[in-house]
């Protein structure tokens, strides 16, 4: 079955540091999402991207983060200067087409700010 | 008000038996809801769609109250592998992000 995978699985780093979270959404989908969970609280929205742009962004989605389609199969978060906030899960989710609503999750990026 | 609201339990559960929980939404117009499951540290996973007419997946139902704005989950005959958190997941639009509850978790014991 199709799957959503991310890499690293944890990812250590200073504050201050940039990092950027990599994924590969399932095949043919053409709707990206990333979301994040503080450890202990709900899953929140960051971004959603389509046709090589972004469709949607939250409040949280500030000007230290990006993300890209760097070809045809990577999608990636980038944080230029992280923050101990920031410090949390980080999921990628792909979705199939406008006919449905249903998103695959990836394993997620443990992300440790210090 | 919290755009979608679900009791964090524990529900504590003797294997067997049956638990149900609700969920609510604050946006009447919302289109779509789900219920997700979520193990330790681990991705959310797709349960079930919930429709307005209510379904059915082996143990598990779904319903949905436009009316009353919540969703409920109801798990029949509680397995030991049903212990994880239950996350409620609504869409305002479509295509649009998912909105999660803080989720119930739920507690099967022998």
């Known amino acids: 079955e199709p799957e959503v995978t991310q890499t690293p699985s944890h990812q250590v780093t200073q504050m201050g540091q940039e990092v950027i979270l990599h994924c590969v959404p399932i095949s043919n989908h053409l709707y990206f999402y990333w979301y994040r969970q503080i450890l202990g609280q709900k899953v929140e929205f960051l971004v959603s991207f389509y046709n090589n742009e972004i469709s949607e962004k939250s409040e949280i989605f500030d000007d230290q983060f990006s993300v890209e389609r760097p070809d045809g199969s990577n999608f990636t978060l980038k944080i230029r200067s992280t923050k101990l906030e920031d410090s949390a899960m980080y999921f990628c989710?792909?979705?199939?087409?406008?006919?449905?609503?249903?998103?695959?999750f990836g394993p997620g990026t443990r992300l440790t700010v210090l | 008000r919290k755009e979608v609201e679900q009791d964090p339990g524990p529900f504590n559960v003797p294997e067997g038996a049956t638990v149900a929980f609700n969920c609510t939404y604050s946006n009447s117009a919302s289109q779509s809801f789900f219920w997700y499951r979520q193990d330790c540290r681990k991705e959310p996973k797709l349960l079930m769609s919930v429709y307005s007419s209510g379904n059915e997946d082996g143990r598990f139902t779904a319903q949905l109250n436009r009316a009353s704005q919540y969703i409920s989950l109801l798990i029949r005959d509680s397995k030991l592998s049903d212990s994880a958190t239950y996350l409620c997941v609504v869409v305002k639009a479509a295509g649009n992000k998912l909105t999660f509850g803080g989720g119930t978790r739920v507690l099967v014991k022998p």
């Open positions: 989710a792909s979705r199939g087409t406008e006919l449905t609503d249903t998103q695959y």
